[in-house]
DNA sequence: AATAGCCTACCTAGTAGTAGGTACGCAATC
DNA sequence: GATTGCGTACCTACTACTAGGTAGGCTATT
């Protein structure tokens, strides 16, 4: 099998398993079951648990720009382009996982400083892009909110990430579609 | 040492380390280092480790249940109580962790039933405390919020949890005093 | 004398990671 | 066009260590 192959096998396999079970919860050994190697072969491919751990964000973080990229190429409205961002995490939901990052996250005190730092970036982008969109809503007239869109970025990003977690621990149930109208119900207030 | 304080001093120990690391992320060795006893030792006050994860759980109901009551007693008007249960989180942040429950609720795949089922109580309690507070709020016309107040229930307990973690994952701030306002703008939003 | 609380000494299973080797493909050289 | 040399992608077998957990003994209190 070639190089990237496998090694993009080895990172669908670790990000699958920690939004499941978070990073602390799964070896070498499980990931050698689901693509079919020997866990010894791995590390030639990522020679460290956490060098996989940063390969992963590194993607997660390119995947994250590419999506943000997209919505604002194919939808015109700051409100259906904060509604599809949204949806990235209605669909994490649907799957009863979590979201990469936010899974690093709760174990961030656990991890080398690289991914730590990859952790902060991939955060601080979806904050800032929310923000974004806010303060264009508000200047188009198309939100009525008055306070700082940062903040509300901040919340509904907070929102959505803790979301996720509440919504698995609930047992299903779509619990973003709450979080979503309240966020709308907030910026809409005028 | 009598039985109940080396206990207590376990649950103590392991709270601070699972809000800090995660459950997966502590081990019976840890815990016995800071308490100064062996580790086989702790199988005497706790025989298993979702025994004390789900005495852990039990614990933290409880307080929890004695701060909800001890706010409804003291405080007097339904905006001042929420924003004495968004305290208990502030607190939390300050100290640079994350809830217990918001920690295993993450962890909650690699949990024995029982522990999931004592998280998923805690969100429970906490969320209707909170729905009941905003809607007796409503109904003084303290409150200008017209959506549902299990909603904005829900919707506040995903941003304070998600919140402590991203908190952290900034390295430190008060992010919680950003949800905070952001979430009485939306209830006072008449 | 019984018991509570902790100990030493051990177990099995699993962890990340290493050492050394094999099979194979792809060039450049003879 | 066969040979040499090197890189890739994987293997088996192992190391050193940690995990949670158990058996049985010692000691101080009751």
Redo the contacts between chains.
């Keep these: 099998m070639k190089t990237n192959e496998t090694a993009t096998q080895l990172l669908d396999a670790a990000q699958s398993l920690i939004q499941?079970?978070?990073y602390?919860?799964f070896s070498y050994k499980d990931l050698a079951a689901t693509v079919g190697i020997r866990t010894a072969s791995i590390h030639y491919h990522f020679p460290s648990k956490s060098d996989l751990g940063v390969a992963l964000m590194e993607r997660y973080v390119q995947d994250l720009t590419g999506a943000l990229a997209a919505i604002d190429q194919k939808t015109r409205s700051s409100k259906s382009k904060l509604k599809s961002f949204i949806k990235l995490y209605t669909e994490t939901e649907r799957r009863g996982a979590?979201c990469l990052c936010?899974?690093l996250?709760?174990?961030?005190?656990?991890l080398p400083p690289s991914l730590?730092k990859a952790?902060?970036q991939y955060?601080q982008q979806s904050e800032r892009w929310i923000a974004e969109k806010i303060q264009e809503g508000v200047k188009h007239g198309e939100l009525g909110f008055?306070?700082k869109p940062a903040?509300?970025a901040?919340?509904l990003?907070?929102?959505?990430?803790?979301?996720l977690?509440?919504s698995?621990?609930?047992?299903g149930g779509s619990?973003l579609t709450?979080?979503q109208?309240?966020?709308f119900?907030?910026l809409e207030?005028a």
């Design positions: 499941e079970r978070g602390n919860a979590i936010g899974s996250a709760s174990d961030r005190e656990t730590q952790i902060a955060l008055r306070g903040d509300a901040a919340t990003l907070s929102s959505l990430q803790g979301g977690i509440l698995r621990a609930r047992g619990l709450t979080v109208r309240v966020f119900e907030t207030a």
